[in-house]
């Protein structure tokens, strides 16, 4: 992260910022494609460090090779490498589908857990991972902090944190309800309109509370 420091937002521009967010994203959704938990979980899985276009890409082949638990808990490594091999970290994604889907099988009886605490348990699935799914299938007071929310609550002021985690700390903090809507709108503001590279100031909702165009990562 950049050694600037950022003025903090005030309580009074956080309540506009979230205002505006949920003015501009009123039914925010995730842009992965899914037909069910199970299907959810891996493509969330997947777009770790992944654009969701590339995983909507791969992901068919791969639910219609191993449509359930069971079927991918029993898949060869090599066959699950092949589908994924266009997407980042494939090697590591495809053990971590199959650890993922036989520990399913083995210890919930091949259901997918929708609890947070049991979600992580899951090989390959961090506390992100588990609040995107839970946020997207149960509507989850929850936030989740991808790079494009990170970039953007710096960018505004709304968090001056070193990691994802305390960021996700600091914004339900302050934000407290609508978290499920605020995470998507800000996923999509920060993908299509506060961009890492070029973001596209001019016109801008969020103008009268950015405090730096400056990028920041996690």
Same mark, same amino acid.
């Given at each position: 992260?950049?050694? *600037?420091?950022?003025?903090?937002?005030?309580?009074?521009?956080?309540?506009?910022?979230?205002?505006?967010?949920?003015?501009?994203?009123?039914?925010?959704?995730?842009?992965?494609?899914?037909?069910?938990?199970?299907?959810?979980?891996?493509?969330?899985?997947?777009?770790?460090?992944?654009?969701?276009?590339?995983?909507?890409?791969?992901?068919?082949?791969?639910f219609k090779a191993y449509p359930d638990p069971i079927s991918l808990a029993n898949?060869?490594? $090599?066959?699950? *490498?092949?589908?994924?091999?266009?997407?980042? /970290?494939?090697?590591?994604?495809?053990?971590?589908?199959?650890?993922?889907?036989?520990?399913?099988?083995?210890?919930?009886?091949?259901?997918?857990?929708?609890?947070?605490?049991?979600?992580?348990?899951?090989?390959?699935?961090?506390?992100?991972?588990?609040?995107?799914?839970?946020?997207?299938?149960?509507?989850?007071?929850?936030?989740?902090?991808?790079?494009?929310? /990170?970039?953007?609550?710096?960018?505004?002021?709304?968090?001056?944190?070193?990691?994802?985690?305390?960021?996700?700390?600091?914004?339900? *903090?302050?934000?407290?309800? $609508?978290?499920?809507?605020?995470?998507?709108?800000?996923?999509? /503001?920060?993908?299509?309109?506060?961009?890492?590279?070029?973001?596209?100031?001019?016109?801008c909702f969020m103008a009268p509370y950015c405090k730096t165009s400056e990028t /920041?990562?996690?």
């Amino acid at each position: 992260m950049a050694s *600037k420091k950022i003025k903090k937002a005030t309580k009074k521009e956080i309540e506009a910022i979230k205002a505006l967010f949920l003015e501009h994203y009123p039914d925010s959704l995730t842009e992965l494609n899914y037909n069910n938990l199970y299907e959810l979980l891996i493509a969330v899985m997947l777009s770790a460090q992944c654009t969701d276009k590339r995983v909507n890409i791969i992901s068919p082949a791969l639910f219609k090779a191993y449509p359930d638990p069971i079927s991918l808990a029993n898949a060869e490594l $090599d066959d699950v *490498k092949a589908l994924l091999n266009t997407c980042s /970290f494939f090697n590591n994604k495809a053990k971590n589908l199959i650890k993922m889907a036989q520990s399913v099988v083995e210890n919930y009886n091949g259901e997918i857990p929708l609890e947070q605490k049991e979600l992580v348990k899951l090989a390959g699935v961090g506390q992100k991972t588990a609040n995107v799914v839970m946020i997207e299938f149960t509507g989850a007071n929850l936030m989740a902090v991808d790079t494009h929310v /990170f970039r953007v609550a710096h960018r505004l002021g709304l968090s001056d944190d070193k990691t994802a985690t305390k960021t996700e700390e600091t914004l339900s *903090k302050k934000f407290k309800t $609508d978290l499920h809507l605020l995470h998507q709108a800000m996923v999509l /503001f920060g993908r299509y309109r506060c961009k890492a590279v070029k973001p596209e100031c001019d016109d801008c909702f969020m103008a009268p509370y950015c405090k730096t165009s400056e990028t /920041f990562r996690v």
